[in-house]
């Protein structure tokens, strides 16, 4: 069902611009569900997700895209993943002493850094940054493509604790406004609607409501939308393989600081590992076979 989830692309017929809209409920409400964040710190991750969202139809491969925000702030840690298969999670780390209600970005993460990564299935990974000095995580989005001088896109994003949805204003090549003068304005003047458009109205109308609420004088085209659902990509061998990483002598000891039996938690489904004696002695004889298998001709 694409009831709740969901982003839906639309262009304007008579310029070139490009535009998208996400809606996230199930999903986010998924993610509040496995941690109890403050009301800022939900907001904020929403914000977050529904960016991922967005800029996940970006992608033209197979794959995972990682946005993270990171500061030295009441809230150190804000990370989404959303791949290519439209399955996101996601994640926050918080100072719940440090957190008043309605502390807006600045407040929670001053000084932060946002790093956006996509890491393909096959070929290289690649890292862009911006400093988190917007008014919100929108404004940091927009600089973001300011700087890594990609296409002109304008973001906006808003999350309840309830509903996260976004909007995204892309200028296409020119194509069907070639003056660039005429270009130039028709840009300004589609992001000026869209700035009118109020986090209500944007949390709480259909797409086609937003959609006619602010061009109705345009000419638009609405595509059919396309899901996206909250599921963790969290399994036993990756807690496994975190685990043969430490060397056996330290998954001993381990071991015995745990009486018999290591947990390993996941942070973003909080689905636990267990792993007993006789797990780790067939883990590392596995790997040891496997070693031998690969070296040995
Ligand atoms: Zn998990």
Redesign the pocket.
Known sequence: MADFDFTQRFIFENTDVRGELASLEESYAHVLAKHTYPEPVAALLGELMTAAALLVNTLKFDGLLVLQARSAGAVPLLMVECSSAREL?AIARYDAAQISSGASLQDLMPEGVLALTVDPAVGQRYQGLVALDGANLAECFTNYFINSAQLPTRFWLYADGQRARGLLLQQLPADRLPDPEEREASWQHVIALAATLSAEELLGLDNETILHRLYHEEELRLFAGTDLQFK????RERSEQALISLGLADVQLLLEEKAGTIEID??????RYLFNESDVKQMFAEQDAGDASSTVH
């Open positions: 999670r963790c990509n969290c399994t996941c942070q973003f489904c909080n689905e």
